[in-house]
């Protein structure tokens, strides 16, 4: 049980462009939101859609992966951990952020409209 401590793993579809950024070191960072649906039916049978956007963040070969193949509207699957952290505001407020750290990805068969 170990190594499901910190474990997140999610299907769904990329909602923009995931931005890439160029880092000192050659080194590179992608960030793009997820969209994941819940569909079920409300106390009147009528069929809902409850839409979660999540915010990942992938770095080295994954990184790669992402700039070359995966664009808005891309169904994808990843794994990876959850990671908060804080930042302070340009009105000096502590702001947090929730991100979900990649370490794996797949790229389903789905949405193709590139």
Do not use: C
Not at 33 to 46: D, Q
Not at 81 to 95: A, D, H, I
């Amino acid at each position: 049980m170990s190594t499901i401590k910190n474990h997140v793993q999610l299907i769904g579809n990329v909602g923009q462009k995931p931005i890439i950024t160029n880092l000192e070191n050659d080194k590179k960072v992608a960030r793009l939101s997820l969209a994941t649906n819940e569909n079920y039916k409300n106390n009147k049978g009528e069929k809902q859609t409850d839409t979660n956007w999540h915010s990942i963040v992938a770095w080295g070969k994954i990184e790669g992966i992402i700039e070359e193949f995966v664009y808005q509207g891309k169904k994808i699957g990843i794994a990876g951990k959850l990671k908060t952290r804080n930042y302070e505001s340009k009105g000096g407020e502590k702001q947090y952020v929730t991100e979900i750290i990649v370490n794996e990805i797949l790229l389903l068969k789905g949405n193709s409209n590139k």
